[in-house]
């Protein structure tokens, strides 16, 4: 068994301290990966060839010996793990006004970019479509979109194909269902035949949710209400002039709803479905292909900036940044009762959610399974695919897990886990036998 207390020398395949190599089958830089971080004599000698001179040379401890003479070793690891050329230090990113945004936005503020050697423009979009259509013609490197549009993207719904990676999940929970101040008198949604609903976008984990819900009380979603698809902006503004009846949508809209008086919160969406998606950071596999390293980098610093945001410590400034102009333009004490959980829900009664919101980066093939299933259900998706394994295409799981591992946090385990949603168990090792559940008799 190979000593690893200490660098073994080998001259002509024999160790010096008595051990040969050859015998025991391996390679010199096999023994140097077992007794050294690989990544040092790697990183400090990118090129193969003189490597394995060197290596053969004078072997590992010496020459890591007349290094560290000169360069403190603390110093040659820190050049070994120097990353790699950016293809692109300039990227345009897109955002939504919306609480989701927080880790791109403290990406900026924590100077989480500038350290992996990105220069980020931060661009405001106000609408789900145009960010979408922004990134489909390259106008931006990286955006912010809500789920589930980078899986309709890679699967084609739509007619425009292509192939959208979810790099992070930007938050869970985060939204409301939201009535008209009309309405304080009819809770009972089995009573909202004709109602007009506002939703960001046709194919959005908030409609799929709203439907849900609406399904549930016995309605049918496809003749019973209406949807109108209104951006984040304007939800308060529709309320208010009566156009919609409510909304599903992202905050800080519920609680400026609240704020406005135009309206009342119903439910939050953590009370439909605790710990759902809700916006995700999404990058083009075409874009990631042409730009690896840079794409790595940006990976890196996004998910570094969500697990600061996650941390409920750091929250105490948070909607003073969110609220500026720039940014979420909001007033501050609106952003802040959706951000603590402490809030007014417009009947007079002050609730206390602190998981209102949560920035937990890691994307779950679970709820892109979910997602599209409910896409199928409403005929929306028109032909049955293999929802687990679009979900392992899109949802990068795997490389969330490495990056969250080297910044120092336990990941959440993968794979295809049980999803509650309005107290029922959603399997999503098993979306047809789902499916095959709950469809309308045709």
């Given at each position: ?9 080998f001259?002509?395949?024999i ?5 040969n ?12 990966s077992?007794q ?9 000698f ?58 791109l ?50 699967a084609?719904?739509?007619g ?5 990676k ?58 019973d ?11 308060v503004s ?6 919609i ?6 905050e ?18 953590k ?49 003073k ?5 720039q ?15 402490r ?6 009664a002050?609730?206390n ?49 490495k990056?969250?591992?080297?910044q ?13 949603i ?21």
């Amino acid at each position: 068994m190979l000593d690893k207390s200490h660098l073994h020398l080998f001259v002509g395949g024999i160790c010096q301290c008595g051990q040969n190599n050859t015998e025991l089958g391996f390679s010199a830089e096999a023994v140097v990966s077992n007794q050294i971080d690989t990544a040092l004599v790697h990183g400090l000698f990118p090129d193969p060839v003189l490597r394995r001179t060197l290596l053969k040379t004078v072997g590992a401890s010496v020459l890591l010996g007349a290094l560290a003479s000169i360069v403190p070793v603390d110093t040659l690891r820190a050049i070994a793990q120097e990353r790699k050329p950016l293809e692109k230090t300039k990227l345009n990113v897109g955002f939504l006004p919306i609480t989701c945004a927080a880790p791109l936005i403290y990406g900026e503020k924590l100077g989480s970019y500038s350290k992996e050697g990105l220069e980020v423009a931060l661009q405001k979009i106000a609408g789900i479509a145009l960010i979408r259509d922004k990134m489909i013609n390259g106008e931006l490197d990286v955006s912010q979109q809500v789920m589930p549009v980078a899986l309709t993207m890679s699967a084609g719904l739509g007619g425009n194909t292509q192939s959208i990676k979810v790099l992070t999940i930007l938050n869970q929970n985060g939204n409301s269902l939201v009535l008209a101040h009309k309405h304080k008198d009819n809770r009972d949604p089995k009573n909202w035949k004709g109602f007009t609903f506002a939703v960001p976008f046709e194919q959005s984990h908030q409609t799929m949710q709203l439907r849900n819900y609406l399904a549930t009380a016995g309605l049918d979603p496809d003749t019973d209400v209406k949807y109108r698809v209104v951006p984040p902006t304007e939800y308060v503004s529709s309320l208010r002039v009566g156009s919609i009846d409510g909304f599903f949508g992202g905050e800080p809209g519920g609680q400026r709803a609240v704020f406005e008086g135009a309206g009342f919160i119903h439910l939050i969406s953590k009370e439909i479905w605790d710990g759902h998606p809700c916006c995700s950071v999404t990058a083009a596999e075409s874009w990631i292909k042409q730009n690896p390293n840079t794409f790595m980098a940006f990976y890196r610093a996004i998910i570094a900036a969500s697990l600061f945001v996650a941390k409920k410590e750091n929250r105490g400034e948070m909607a003073k940044v969110l609220a500026q102009p720039q940014y979420l333009n909001a007033p501050e004490v609106v952003v802040e009762q959706v951000i603590t959980g402490r809030y007014a829900d417009g009947l007079g009664a002050i609730k206390n959610e602190p998981a209102r919101v949560d920035y937990q980066p890691f994307p779950h093939y679970s709820a892109a399974v979910w997602l599209m299933v409910q896409l199928r259900r409403w005929n929306m998706l028109k032909e049955d695919i293999d929802y687990k394994k679009l979900a392992e295409q899109v949802m990068l799981a795997t490389d969330a897990s490495k990056i969250m591992q080297e910044q120092g946090v336990t990941p959440p385990q993968g794979g295809f886990r049980t999803e509650t949603i309005l107290g029922k168990p959603f399997d999503s090792s098993q979306p047809e036998a789902y499916l095959k559940s709950v469809r309308k008799p045709t």
